[in-house]
């Protein structure tokens, strides 16, 4: 799974996230981050009023929590919506021991290669190189 901090790193890099079932995402307040958050129309959703969008938690008796700001979570795509992102720029997604290599077309079509432990993680490494924010070090090969 996607780590806070390069689900962060994304946000950073520009990534805009329009909220819809399916997503997850954690609260980014101490002790929470750890608790991953699926918005669902039967106990999370979106409500858009015009001060912001609210991520609303419906039903959910264990929670003390009605809502939450938007910009209050850090959005955790899945594998599929960093590939979708990616485009036409992705070439492949390469099984490697111990951890997953996501080509893309780099500028002027050359490729570049982001790796990592998992295959979303890779996949996110990529869109935010893409977006230019490539972390120093991080892996780009040819």
Same mark, same amino acid.
């Given at each position: 799974?996607?780590t806070?901090?390069?689900?962060?790193?994304?946000?950073?890099?520009?990534?805009?996230?329009?909220p819809?079932s399916? *997503?997850?995402?954690?609260v980014?307040?101490?002790?929470?981050?750890?608790?991953?958050?699926?918005?669902?129309?039967?106990?999370?959703?979106?409500?858009? =009023? %015009? %001060?912001?969008?609210?991520?609303g =938690?419906?039903?959910?008796? &264990?929670?003390?929590?009605?809502s939450v700001?938007? *910009?209050?979570v850090?959005w955790?795509?899945? &594998?599929?919506?960093?590939?979708?992102l990616?485009?036409d #720029? =992705?070439?492949?997604?390469?099984?490697?021991? /111990?951890?997953?290599?996501?080509?893309?077309?780099?500028? /002027?079509d050359d490729?570049?290669?982001?790796?990592?432990?998992?295959?979303?993680r890779?996949? #996110?490494?990529?869109?935010? #190189?893409?977006?230019?924010? #490539?972390?120093? /070090?991080?892996?780009?090969?040819?």
């Open positions: 799974m996607l806070i901090d390069l689900a962060r790193r994304l946000t950073e890099a520009g990534l805009v996230w329009e819809r399916g *997503d997850r995402f954690v980014s307040v101490k002790g929470m981050e750890e608790d991953v958050f699926v918005i669902s129309e039967i106990t999370v959703d979106v409500h858009h =009023f %015009t %001060t912001g969008d609210v991520i =938690f419906n039903g959910t008796t &264990e929670w003390a929590l009605d700001e938007r *910009d209050k850090i955790l795509p899945r &594998e599929d919506q960093l590939r979708d990616l485009g #720029a =992705f070439v492949s997604l390469e099984r490697l021991e /111990g951890g997953y290599a996501v080509t893309i077309r780099g500028e /002027g490729p570049e290669r982001h790796v990592d432990i998992d295959a979303e890779a996949y #996110a490494r990529a869109v935010a #190189a893409r977006l230019g924010s #490539a972390a120093p /070090g991080e892996e780009r090969s040819a």
